[in-house]
């Protein structure tokens, strides 16, 4: 159970819900000093108790989601004096801001740059544990749940990198993982923040989905069709609850997949994960988001291009858009002397080499000295947030980067 549950969670990771009994695959607890006390905020029971000084803030959305952040402003121990640059970490879908405290402190990322001079600031994404709240909506109503990742990208982003420049006075540098890439590059593409970003740093960068090839995927991605999805409407979608479950099993039961055989055949294998840190991730890091977030992803692998949701008909496209189809994100639009990093892994499946090369070819007019992509050919989709060596791998090439573009 334990191992096909780990399976099947990794799926999670960019689009694809499923479910399985968490509970019953993980008895014992462990790394984050004391999990269930997560409820009583991530200062207390996580940070804190690292040694590091915590804050928590909240900021309101354009559209009245009202959003949790929590900001680490300096090394374990506290201390320094002088001013740090600000650097915003933006979790990926269904995960939220412990995505970045997960490992032990000189291992997650967070960490890692309060303790090398930053001032940092993670969010949480509307509708996950800490931001559910709304100005005149309550999680149960359906209306709550309207949105796809093209509002994470529109609301949720310029609000939290607006209070962390108002609060700061400073620019601050980024950092996505997997779907916090594509809010990113398509803020970007739109013009949005390029005034308030100093750099971007994008782990498994998502964009293009067209070699995301495996029959789950392609098996998820049509679940999450036009034709199901009447069944399911404006909705949240909670990996734990009914519906995920329903998915899960729905999904499992088709001709073709394999649910038992995951990791070779969907996500690609994560080398350096701590299994301690699975364990944690797999209780309490499966958040919820929307149904329609799901879909969109859905239409990015069925179509091809990069486009806003597509509301399913021209007439109601045309209510949205004044336009009969989505939108197209123009990502050759981004600032070409916007300072961007990628680093991607040879074995991420969700988010593909050749996915990662067409991106890659949308950047090809970027300035040469402010464009640095990586390989990492043993890496996976979870190993840039959660690897035992991410520090040495990835982190150390981030901060020297960041340094260079301060
Ligand atoms: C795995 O995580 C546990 C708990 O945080 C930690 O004690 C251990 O050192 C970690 N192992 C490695 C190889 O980093």
Redesign the pocket.
């Known amino acids: 159970m334990g191992f096909r549950c780990w399976l099947l969670v990794i799926t999670f990771v960019l689009s694809m819900g499923f479910h399985c009994e968490l509970a019953e695959a993980h008895g014992q607890r ?2 984050l000093q004391s999990p269930e006390a997560a409820d009583d905020g991530v200062c207390t029971a996580v940070v804190n108790p690292q040694g590091y000084e915590c804050q928590e803030y909240e900021v309101k959305t354009q559209d009245g989601y009202i959003l949790t952040m929590h900001r680490i402003p300096q090394a374990r121990g506290g201390g320094s004096a002088g001013k740090r640059q600000p650097v915003l970490l933006q979790h990926g879908v269904l995960m939220d801001g412990l995505t970045w405290l997960l ?2 402190p000189q ?1 997650s990322l967070a960490f890692v740059l309060a303790d090398n001079g930053f001032d940092v600031w993670i969010t949480h994404g509307r509708g996950t544990r800490w931001s559910r709240r709304h100005e005149s909506l309550d999680t149960s109503d359906p209306a709550y749940w309207a949105w796809s990742w093209d509002e994470l990208a529109s609301y949720d982003l310029p609000a939290t990198v607006g209070l962390v420049f108002q609060q700061t006075g400073q620019k601050l540098h980024y950092v996505g993982h997997s779907m916090g890439t594509l809010t990113a590059l398509s803020a970007f593409s739109e013009g949005k923040l390029v005034d308030k970003i100093k750099s971007a740093a994008l782990l498994s960068p998502v964009a293009y989905l067209t070699y995301m090839t495996t029959p789950i995927g392609i098996a998820a991605a049509s679940a999450f069709s036009g034709e199901t999805l009447g069944a399911l409407g404006v909705a949240e979608f909670d990996p734990k609850g009914a519906v995920g479950t329903n998915f899960l099993e729905s999904v499992c039961a088709m001709p073709g997949v394999n649910c038992y055989d995951l990791m070779a055949s969907f996500t690609g294998p994560n080398c350096c994960l ?4 699975v364990n944690v991730y797999l209780k309490y890091e499966l958040q919820p988001t929307s149904v329609r977030t799901l879909v969109h992803f859905s239409q990015t692998f069925r179509r091809g291009g990069i486009t806003k949701y597509d509301y399913g008909s021209s007439m109601a496209n045309m209510a949205a858009y004044g336009e009969s189809s989505p939108p197209e994100y123009h990502i050759s639009n981004i600032p070409h002397d916007l300072p961007l990093l990628l680093s991607y892994g040879g074995g991420d499946m969700l988010s593909d080499v050749k996915d990662v090369q067409l991106l890659l070819n949308d950047l090809r007019n970027h300035d040469a000295d402010k464009l640095v992509a990586q390989l990492v050919e043993e890496y996976a989709h979870l190993d840039f947030v959660m690897g ?1 060596n991410a520090k040495q791998v990835v982190y150390d090439g981030l901060i020297a980067f960041f340094y260079k573009h301060s």
Request: overall charge negative; hydrophobic content about 10%; aromatic content about 0%.
């Open positions: 462990q790394p490992n032990p291992q701590n299994d301690s840190t035992v």
